[in-house]
């Protein structure tokens, strides 16, 4: 490992968010302090109403807390409104999410560069074509989307996640969408994206094969972090899993 | 009776989907309250001027007058009857009341010096006061009873700002008169006279100031309340003269206010025109909001039949929702009938045209038609949707990629020309062929242009993508073109996305914007043929017309003659006649004409007039086969016939008409009380335009209801008088409009519902909700010009033909206004901002995880 995993790309201190009032009242994150290094593929698992998926929601500035902070590199999110919440994940974060992932209209390119189109910036051509090269996209870039089969519009996904260089991309259930071959391939791209051009990912998943693809998994139940794996195999965090369970 | 569940799953369906159905009801209700507005108004409109002429005539039994040979009764120019016959009808059993009835032309001049200007006529009248038998009442004041005494209707007074007492200066047929105000007068309900001002006399002074000469229009008769009325008609009949007759007062009623109601029923069609128009416009929005819905509920409908539904049901499911609509949009239209009937009364008595206080009458009549209308239409543009429905294969319930089987393009196209040129050629028979008098030539190229409309709007499906894109290359203009900036490549390419729907949207606003075009048209050629009619043919230095359409009296223009400034004056009277057994307008002018008008003479001489010659324009001559000194027969409508012989042939009929015959002549034919309907003169020799301006200035003085014109002045009157003509055109087409613009706002606030979770993820990868907010507007600008290019590229094309088609005496010149053209595109572009308010503002609010989680 370099030095830079031990910088923060993000994280959240003390983050809650609570739904609901008095006897409705429900904590979908309690208290949860969290860090996530620079270069490093992070997995985020829990069962069905653990948190998990609205900790990562917080953590891209889609959604608020109730009280706690987040913080994107060293900005507090807290303390921004709309429209700076917009820029920042238009420059700082990526996304890719588990289906319909990609604007109809655009053609494999311009999804890609929709990001840096929206902020009026000129695409860096000699990441860009890493990037394309890296997600195998050179043959497919002038078509759309409908024209793509669900792993190619994934990767596309991907390649726009990656096109602006953000501090963080968050993937939620990236493969889910997807047969396990496909679902092979796109992890790989992203484990690939992690160890060549030294990007950060955090992932929320289900799939223990999926977190297997991961530097660490944490564990989320009823909105606490219960439990951390670091080079994880499926297997550990099959049986990591069903302890939470039980 | 439709099953229950198809009832149900109907009305849930409507009630799912409120907020989408609204503006399609809206669109519905407005054209329902255009045309329910438009028959509530004429309804109530003739039902207040019936009444007013049977207040009017009020104790009037029986009317005696001159008898008329021909024409129209209620606008005949009689000859006036003679007052001496009141004497030997009063001494007859049964007759209780006989009165002169006169009514000449009055003007009242406000305190000020300038005369009062009204939207009716300006009546001065003989007057016995209500206990006579004219049924106007006295509201203020006393009867006028002698010389030097005048009452006014109240309406008028007020406005002139005259009371009680006050001297008033009056202008009547043959001069100035003061008078003190005695008496403020009403008729029946109002205080005004409809719209007319009203100075009522006693009948010495009447027949004095109005220059009766001891005649009157009619004689009035009241009977006593014993006598049968049929027996003192006989008794009249008995002692009149030949070229008499005696009809009942509700007859003379009827008759004046029918002339009226003819009137209204003529405006009351021209209303329902444009709301035909509107409905029209309306049924794509209802056709556009039905494709819509439908095509968003694919997978539910897949679902019902999935589950059992039949193809038929489904269709029934889709009409129904249809009939919901009709029903509560043609509910609620009545009502707004009742708001559109007052707001165009309120609208036209702003611009002063005083419709009579009425009200509001809902005829069995306007409750059926507005009932078939609004349901038929909403229910015929639902029906393609509902058999588009029907096709949804119950698999695309588990596979929405499935959809629809939709017209291929091919069958559309072929569909779609043979739509266009069935139009064009229906447009063109109508328009030149003109089958069957007006009504063919009207219904004819109404018909055509519906198709032609039809036609455009689905071969504007072929072209809606590609014209998408060349407008989003070009706009805006000329510095940065849309595609440039994300926003716009997403407005671009969406309105590409559905080229179905954006052109159908965008063929709601064709239609009202190629009417438009369509009317810049005529009108511009209109213009210019006037203009150059002017130039070409017209010679006069001054113009006098009057200010009301009641005539100049003969005293005027009398006076302007005898003027040493003016070299030739010359009125223009106007008369009916019978010629080789056709009704036929007849000018009466002096041989001065000739200096005032080219004519064109191409035989005979203008002088021939004063020797009571005829002179008349070549085609008419042609059909009667006359040449100079041959004679033809004429008869008068009073009765009287003349042999006039042909005194001259001329070449250019498009001021002076096809017959001319001398003053004189006129005069010695008919004793109707002449008016001038314009009078032309020309400088003498040697005297400055500024100087005989001054002296025609000051002659006008004394008639203040003339109105003296150079060429220039006159040419702007005219073309203020058409301009002030098309602003109500174009003010009627602005309800099409609005619907037009309600569509475009319906089908992007459908669309930013279906695009929900494409729109959460552009704000989740990072689109401000400014450039969301641009994208859409810029994509309802694209749909509103491309809109406004069909409606331009068909309605310049038809105001040609149309120009075409008008007679050569009014259009000879074609033009095509580019200003209008560019005040259209330029308004398109505002028209879709406009319509991309709610829609953008609803775009930029969606919450983005909500957007994402939308399936």
């Known amino acids: ?246 | 009776m439709m099953p229950s569940p198809v009832v149900r799953l109907t009305l849930r369906g409507v009630l799912a989907r409120k907020f989408r159905i609204l503006l399609t009801i809206l669109a519905v209700v407005s054209g329902v309250a255009f045309v329910s507005g438009a028959f509530i108004l004429t309804d109530s409109v003739k039902g207040a001027i019936n009444n007013l002429f049977v207040e009017l005539r009020g104790a009037v039994d029986l009317e005696i007058r001159t008898k008329i040979a021909f024409g129209d009764s209620a606008r005949a120019e009689r000859d006036p009857v003679d007052v001496s016959l009141m004497k030997d009808i009063a001494a007859l059993d049964g007759v209780r009341l006989v009165e002169a009835n006169l009514l000449r032309q009055a003007t009242i001049i406000k305190p000020d010096g300038e005369p009062l200007k009204t939207s009716g006529p300006a009546f001065g009248i003989s007057w016995t006061g209500p206990d006579g038998l004219d049924g106007r009442t006295l509201l203020e004041g006393v009867v006028p009873t002698k010389s030097g005494e005048v009452a006014i209707d109240k309406s008028s007074a007020k406005r002139a700002g005259y009371v009680l007492g006050d001297k008033v200066t009056l202008v009547g047929p043959i001069g100035k008169g003061e008078f003190t105000l005695v008496g403020l007068t009403g008729t029946g309900s109002t205080s005004g006279g409809g719209g007319a001002s009203v100075c009522a006399f006693d009948p010495v002074t009447a027949n004095e100031f109005l220059g009766a000469d001891d005649k009157a229009d009619s004689i009035y008769v009241g009977i006593t309340p014993d006598a049968a009325r049929s027996d003192v008609q006989k008794a009249i009949e008995g002692v009149l003269p030949s070229g008499y007759e005696v009809i009942t007062g509700e007859q003379s009623a009827k008759e004046t206010a029918g002339a009226i109601n003819e009137i209204i029923d003529i405006f009351g069609k021209v209303l329902l025109g444009f709301a035909a128009i509107s409905l029209f416009v309306s049924a794509f929005l209802i056709f556009n909001t039905f494709a819509i819905i439908v095509s968003q509920r694919l997978r539910e409908l897949a679902l019902l039949r999935a589950v059992g539904a039949s193809t038929r049901q489904i269709h029934q499911m889709i009409i129904g929702e249809g009939l919901v609509v009709g029903i509560v949009a043609t509910g609620l239209g009545l009502v707004g009938g009742l708001g559109v009937a007052k707001g165009i009364t309120f609208a036209f008595n702003a611009a002063g045209a005083a419709f009579p206080a009425a009200d509001l009458l809902i005829s069995s009549r306007t409750i059926i038609l507005s009932v078939a209308i609004g349901i038929g239409v909403t229910l015929a543009a639902a029906i393609v949707p509902a058999l588009r429905a029907g096709r949804i294969p119950p698999v695309a319930a588990m596979r929405p990629e499935l959809g629809f089987s939709a017209l291929q393009r091919s069958k559309r196209l072929v569909v779609g020309v043979v739509t266009l040129i069935t139009g064009i050629t229906l447009f063109s028979i109508g328009l030149f062929v003109q089958p069957g008098g007006t009504v063919g030539t009207l219904g004819g190229s109404a018909i055509g242009a519906v198709l032609l409309f039809l036609g455009v709007a689905s071969l504007s499906t072929t072209v809606a993508a590609p014209a998408s894109r060349v407008i989003s290359r070009i706009l805006p203009f000329p510095l940065r073109p849309m595609t440039n900036s994300v926003p716009g490549r997403l407005a671009s390419r969406n309105a590409q996305r559905t080229p179905r729907r954006t052109a159908s949207t965008a063929s709601a606003l064709m239609v009202g914007l190629a009417l438009v075009s369509t009317v810049s048209v005529v009108a511009g050629s209109v213009k210019k043929s006037f203009t150059d009619q002017l130039k070409a043919s017209v010679t006069a230095d001054f113009f006098v017309t009057n200010l009301s359409f009641q005539g100049l009296p003969v005293a005027f223009g009398e006076r302007l003659a005898e003027l040493p400034e003016l070299g030739s004056v010359s009125p223009f009277r106007a008369t009916v006649a019978l010629i080789n057994g056709e009704e036929k307008q007849i000018g009466a002018v002096k041989p001065e004409i000739g200096d005032l008008v080219d004519i064109d003479i191409q035989k005979g001489s203008i002088n021939s007039l004063t020797d009571g010659d005829i002179l008349l324009y070549k085609d008419p001559a042609r059909d009667l086969n006359v040449d100079v000194g041959d004679t033809i027969d004429v008869t008068w409508q009073n009765g009287k016939t003349s042999t006039l012989t042909v005194g001259g042939i001329y070449a250019d009929s498009s001021v002076a008409g096809n017959w001319l015959i001398g003053l004189d002549t006129l005069a010695e034919v008919s004793s109707a009380p002449p008016v001038d309907f314009f009078i032309g003169a020309k400088i003498a020799d040697g005297v400055s335009i500024a100087d005989a301006r001054a002296a025609m200035d000051k002659v006008a003085a004394d008639f203040p209801s003339a109105e003296v014109q150079d060429q220039a002045e006159f040419q702007k009157s005219q073309e203020d008088q058409l301009n002030q003509l098309l602003s109500i055109v174009y003010g009627l087409l602005i309800f099409a409009i609005f619907i037009a613009i309600l569509g475009i706002a319906n089908t992007m606030a459908l669309s930013v519902f279906e695009r929900t979770r494409e729109f959460g993820l552009l704000r989740a990868v990072g689109m401000s909700r400014r450039h969301l907010k641009r994208s859409v507007r810029w994509e309802a600008i694209i749909v509103s010009v491309f809109g406004a290019t069909l409606g331009i590229v068909v309605g310049i094309p038809l105001g040609i033909a149309v120009a075409i088609a008008l007679p050569d005496s009014f259009v000879t010149a074609t033009v095509v206004p580019i200003n209008t053209i560019v005040t259209i595109l330029i308004a398109s572009v505002v028209v879709g901002i406009f319509a991309a308010i709610f829609p953008a503002r609803r775009a930029a609010k969606l919450d983005i995880l909500d957007a994402i989680a939308t399936q």
């Not at chain 1, 394309?132 to 793509?148: A, F, G, V």
Request: aromatic share 4%; glycine share 8%; with cysteine.
């Open chain 1, 1 to 246: 490992m370099t030095d830079v995993s031990t910088v923060a790309a993000a994280g959240a201190i003390n983050a809650s968010k609570i739904y609901g009032k008095d006897d409705s009242e429900v904590r979908a994150l309690d208290d949860v302090t969290v860090d996530f290094a620079l270069g490093q593929f992070t997995a985020i698992m829990g069962p069905s109403g653990s948190g998990k998926s609205t900790l990562m929601h917080c953590l891209a500035g889609l959604d608020a807390l109730t009280s706690g902070r987040v913080l994107i590199g060293d900005t507090d999110l807290a303390q921004l409104d709309d429209k700076q919440l917009t820029s920042l994940r238009r420059e700082k974060v990526g996304f890719i999410f588990q289906a319909y992932n990609l604007i109809p209209t655009l053609s494999a390119l311009e999804n890609i560069t929709l990001p840096l189109d929206l902020g009026g910036v000129k695409p860096d051509q000699e990441w860009l074509d890493t990037v394309i090269d890296k997600m195998n996209l050179r043959n497919r870039l002038s078509h759309r989307p409908s024209e793509l089969s669900g792993g190619q519009q994934q990767r596309v996904a991907v390649a726009r996640a990656l096109a602006s260089r953000p501090q963080i991309i968050f993937a939620d259930e990236p493969t889910g969408n997807l047969d396990s071959k496909t679902g092979a391939e796109i992890l790989a791209f992203m484990k690939h994206a992690v160890t060549d051009l030294h990007q950060t990912i955090v992932m929320v998943t289900h799939d223990p094969v999926a977190a297997a693809y991961a530097d660490r998994v944490i564990f989320l139940a009823d909105g606490k972090v219960v439990d951390e794996v670091n080079n994880p195999t499926s297997e550990l965090v099959l049986d990591r899993m069903k302890r939470l369970g039980s």
